[in-house]
Each structure stands twice: as C-alpha cells, then as structure tokens.
C-alpha cells in the first residue's frame, strides 16, 4: 500500500477561533493506517480542539482537513447525556451504527463491562462508562479511533489493560489512532508520533525526538523528558541502533 | 361508516395518537415542549388564512408553523436572546396577529372555542384522509430520520463525528413537529396540542427503561388518551382536545403509582 493510500485524516495549518480567541492554530498532522498519533499539551492547549477538528465537529475552521474515511470511532473527553433518556448500555452500543449482538458482546468483554450490558447507563460509576465508552467505539471496528482522554476515572490496573487493548485494536485493525492524553508513562510506550501542542505545535515527533526538544522541557519540566527518555531507554535495547541516538 | 361524526372523530384521534406518540417522546426528550407551543400557537395565523381564501387548514397551518420555525432558527443564529425568550416572542406575537386577524375578517363566522379547544364535529371525511396519509408520511420520516435524530439527541458530538449529519435530521424534524400540529388542530384544537405531544410521552417514561419501549408506551397511552377521552366528551358534552388531555393525565397519574413502586423496591 502506497503511503497516499494509507492516510485517514489530515490537518493542513488547521485551527479554529471561538469569541474572537484562538483555541488553537497552525496544526498540521496525519493520522495513518495503523497507527497511534498522541497529542500532548498543558490544559487549555488545544488538544481536545484539534481532535474535534480532525473529526469534522467544528465547520468555520482555518487550513484545511482532508479526511479520507467515514468509519470513525471516537470517545469524547467530555460527554453530557441527559440522563432522563431511558437508555441502557445496549441501546448505547447501536447509537450511532447497527451492530451485530455478538459483536457488542465482545467488545463489552474486551473492556471488562459485559456484566452491565441491560444496566441503565446513568447508573453506571465514571470509570464503568468510560469503559462502555471504548466498547462502543471499538465495537464499530472504525478505521480511525480519536479517543479524547479514554481512560479517565479507570483505575490503575484497568489504565494499563486498557492501553495494552488499544494498542491490540490498532494492530489488530490496522486503524489509525489520534489518541490524547496526560498519562506521558503509558501512552509513550504505544505511540508512533507525538505531537505537542500549546495552542499551537510546539513540537513534534518521535517520542524521542519530542523528549529531546526544549520547548517540551520547558513546557512540561525535567521530570516528564526523562520520563520520554526512560521509554526511549527500553526501546532502545530492542533496537541497538537507535542506542546512537540516545548517547547524544 | 364513516357518516357517523362519533366514528369520524374516534378514527381521526386515532390516527393522530399513533403520529403523536413517537413525535412526543423526542419533544421530551430534547426539550422542546415549548418549541411545540409556539408553532401551534403559530397555528391560529394559519388558519386564518385559509378561512380567508378558502384553502385547505392543515395545509396552511403546516406552511406558517414550518415558516416559524425557519424564523426562529434564523433569529437563534442571528441575535444574543436566549431560546425561551425568542420562543415566546414568537408564539404570542403570532398568536396577537392571527386574533388581530379574526377581528378584521367580519364576514366570517368563527368557532373559536372549536379552534382553541378541538372539535369533534368539525371533522369530515377528507380530514381522515389527511391525518391517515399525512400521518403515514410523518412516521415513514421519522423512521427514514430516527438514527441520527436519536444519536444526536443523546450526544450531538458523537452522531457528528460519526458522520450522521445531525443537523440534517434535526432541520427535518421541525418540519415532522409542524406537520403534526397541521394534522391535529382540529381535533385536539391549538392550544392543547402540545398536551397531547408530552402527556403520553411523560406517562410513557415512568414505564419504560429502553426508548423502543417508551416510544411503544407513548403510543398506546395516546390512543387510550383518545378513546377514553371522546368517550367521555360525547358522554358529557365537552370540548373534545380538553377531554382527551384530561384522559391523558389520569393515565400519567396511574403511572406515578408505577414509580413509587420501583422505588420502593429498590429500598
């Protein structure tokens, strides 16, 4: 398959202004086949927004995005249902696409919350529907997956299971995954490019190379570049080649 | 068969409860009780319009309310008032033109209580007609609109990122919603139409834990609503729309009985 062909979505110099004030600008990525773009960045630097934009929420953009599938799984950061809607976990998994029963199913055992499948879903605690939340969005077997933060409020141990099913789907599936979150430790360990985001791309990369650049140091201190260095470290015993890069 | 006003009246309510009943659920559901009222409201202007050239009522009616809610969507884009304010700057000042335009138009005799309140006599054969085949067409649409609608009602993100062009189907259902109104002014009159959009809905949702079930409640707490309601108007020479709303509210109340229970069971 030719590099062309394998593109999902991507941002030329996109950005988009709300009350006259940038949420954020001048972004430029590409989401591939297969695999797992990260967007990091302090609060407020446009992490969400950028997803939004990739995902075609937000019209009156700046730049442009071409976007090459319509097989899209996404969970939001924020999502406010009205809880009045008498609505259980199954009816949730088939609102957006009719999908087979068994396929539900497993999706629902993939992210461990089989078990609350006729459970009404604003019963459900916060780590429970985020789990329903990745169910739903997996089940659809999309080619690309944007998910915004998709293990807040998930415990410790479910985070790292969670990461590792991620990581599974994107192989398994061979979607593209624009992926946003806070945990540098865990997601690092999965993706292919990191982009930095500060209202703008402040910069981007490989985890290494984003580990490396000052303006990510000064953003998010000494601490969060060793934690990019200590992945890059293990990796690096796999790959002796890339040792090089690391003793510079 | 259908000589019989009693027997006009108990098919045309029929039909109008089965359209009502899914339509009212996504009125509850998206809050847009008083979106209904204003485009009935809007109701009388177009029936005056029709007395006055002598065109078809539901027809004009669904051209006016379908237009009132094109100028409220255009006036929710254009300006900074909040939609409850734009919504009752609509509703009564449509409401002032059309009664404004009754007293101007002498030559016509107006039943205007059969107009407010429903009227069980007034409906004729081509009536049925156009509930039947206008009912048919407004669920077959709602069908054809229902993911989407439901999908963005639920979470307006999730149905657009997920390419179900939400605003699509939300633009078709304003229409659906003046069209309802259109068909059952006559019967239910313009002020308690949208009685009749959220009582059965409301009973239904103290029953129901799944939409396909409260839809399926709201339909029949509406064609109950209907029967129990004409019955008893022709029982006690009452306004028919009051009747059936009356009947409608009983029903919710007898479903009160079913939430206490659930709760007391989960203690």
């Not at chain 1, 981007?204 to 570049?225: C, H, I, R, W």
């Not at chain 2, 979470?155 to 699509?168: K, S, T, V």
């Amino acid at each position: 398959m030719s590099l062309e062909n394998s593109t999902l979505v991507k941002l030329n110099n996109a950005g988009f202004k709300q009350n006259d004030k940038w949420l954020v600008e001048g972004v430029s990525l590409t989401v591939e086949k297969g695999k797992i773009v990260t967007l990091i960045g302090p609060n407020g630097s446009g992490k969400s927004t950028t997803a939004k934009i990739a995902l075609g929420i937000y019209k009156n953009i700046e730049g442009s995005v071409e976007k090459y599938t319509n097989k899209v799984g996404y969970v939001p950061q924020k999502i406010s249902i009205d809880w009045t809607l008498p609505l259980r976990v199954h009816d949730f998994m088939l609102l957006t696409e009719n999908i087979k029963d068994e396929v539900i199913d497993e999706a629902l055992n993939l992210t461990g919350v089989i078990h609350l499948k006729n459970k009404n879903l604003g019963n459900l605690s916060g780590g429970e529907f985020q789990r329903v939340l990745i169910a739903r969005a997996i089940s659809k077997k999309p080619e690309l997956l944007v998910l915004d933060e998709p293990v807040q409020g998930v415990d410790y141990t479910g985070e790292i299971a969670l990461y590792e099913l991620i990581k599974r789907i994107s192989d398994t599936l061979n979607c593209g995954i624009l992926l946003i979150s806070h945990d540098l430790h865990t997601v690092m360990t999965a993706t292919d490019h990191v982009v930095c985001l500060n209202g703008h791309v402040c910069c981007s990369g490989t985890p290494m190379d984003v580990a490396k650049n000052n303006e990510y140091k000064t953003l998010f201190g000494e601490q969060a570049s060793q934690i990019l260095s200590v992945y890059e470290h293990k990796h690096d015993h796999v790959h002796s080649d890339k040792g090089e890069i690391k003793k510079n | 068969m259908f000589d019989d006003f009693f027997i006009r009246a108990l098919i045309a309510g029929l039909g109008i409860a089965l359209v009502t009943g899914p339509l009212g659920c996504f009125v509850v559901w998206r809050r847009l009780s008083y979106f209904g009222d204003t485009l009935s409201h809007s109701a009388l202007l177009g029936v005056t319009i029709a007395y006055s050239f002598e065109i078809n009522i539901a027809l004009t009616v669904f051209l006016i309310s379908s237009v009132v809610a094109l100028i409220l969507i255009q006036l929710q884009k254009k300006t900074n008032l909040p939609g409850d304010a734009l919504l009752g700057l609509l509703a009564h000042s449509s409401l002032a033109v059309g009664l404004v335009v009754i007293g101007f138009l002498t030559f016509i005799r107006f039943d205007i209580m059969g107009l407010l309140f429903g009227d069980i006599l007034a409906v004729t054969t081509d009536d049925l007609l156009i509930i039947w085949t206008g009912g048919a067409l407004i669920l077959l649409v709602l069908k054809l609109i229902w993911k989407p609608l439901f999908a963005s009602t639920v979470n307006y993100e999730l149905a657009e990122a997920e390419g179900l062009n939400p605003d699509r189907a939300k633009a078709i259902f304003t229409i659906l919603m003046a069209a309802v109104i259109a068909i059952s002014i006559k019967m239910v009159g313009l002020l308690l139409i949208t009685g009749m959009l959220i009582i059965p809905a409301a009973m239904a949702r103290n029953l129901s834990d799944s939409p396909q079930k409260m839809v399926l409640f709201s339909i029949i707490g509406g064609l109950l609503s209907v029967l129990l309601g004409l019955f008893s108007s022709l029982e006690f020479n009452t306004s028919s729309g009051p009747s059936i709303i009356m009947a409608a509210l009983v029903l919710f109340i007898l479903s009160l009985l079913n939430i206490k229970q659930s709760i007391k069971l989960k203690n």
